[in-house]
Nanobody
C-alpha cells in the first residue's frame, strides 16, 4: 500500500523559507509524477506545484517555490522562499494517478499524505 508522509512545516515570518519533504513508500516512486497542493481554512484545496519530466507551478508561487525529487530516497520536496502570509495553509503531497483530469486538479491524484501545516506570520 502506498503511503506518503509530509514533514517540514512550521511557523515562519514573512520573507522566510521552509522546505517541505514528502517521503513515499509502498510503490514504484520513480514511475509516478507527484504534486503539491495546499488548503487554507474555509477554502478549496488548490494546486501548488507538479513534477514529472518537467515542473509546473501555480502563478501565485512561481519564482518563489521549487519542486524537486530524489528518486533514490523516494522523496519529493517543496522549497518555499519569500513566504507570504497568504501562503499559510496545510500542504499536501500527492501521487499522480491516471485518468482525464489535468495535473492542476486534485481529482487527478490517487494517493495523498496527511498534510503538514505552514503558518507565515506578518
Amino acid at each position: 500500500q502506498v503511503q506518503l508522509v509530509e514533514s517540514g512545516g512550521g511557523l515562519v515570518e514573512a520573507g522566510g523559507s521552509l522546505r517541505l519533504s514528502c517521503a513515499a513508500s509502498g510503490g514504484t516512486f520513480s514511475s509516478y509524477a507527484m504534486g503539491w497542493f495546499r488548503q487554507a481554512p474555509g477554502k478549496e484545496r488548490e494546486f501548488v506545484a507538479y513534477i514529472a519530466w518537467s515542473t509546473h507551478y501555480a502563478d501565485s508561487v512561481k519564482g518563489r517555490f521549487t519542486i524537486s525529487r530524489d528518486n533514490a530516497k523516494n522523496t519529493v520536496y517543496l522549497q518555499m522562499n519569500s513566504l507570504k502570509p497568504e501562503d499559510t495553509a496545510t500542504y499536501y503531497c500527492a501521487r499522480r494517478g491516471g485518468g482525464r483530469y489535468d495535473y492542476t486538479s486534485h481529482l487527478g491524484y490517487d494517493y495523498w499524505g496527511q498534510g503538514t501545516q505552514v503558518t507565515v506570520s506578518s
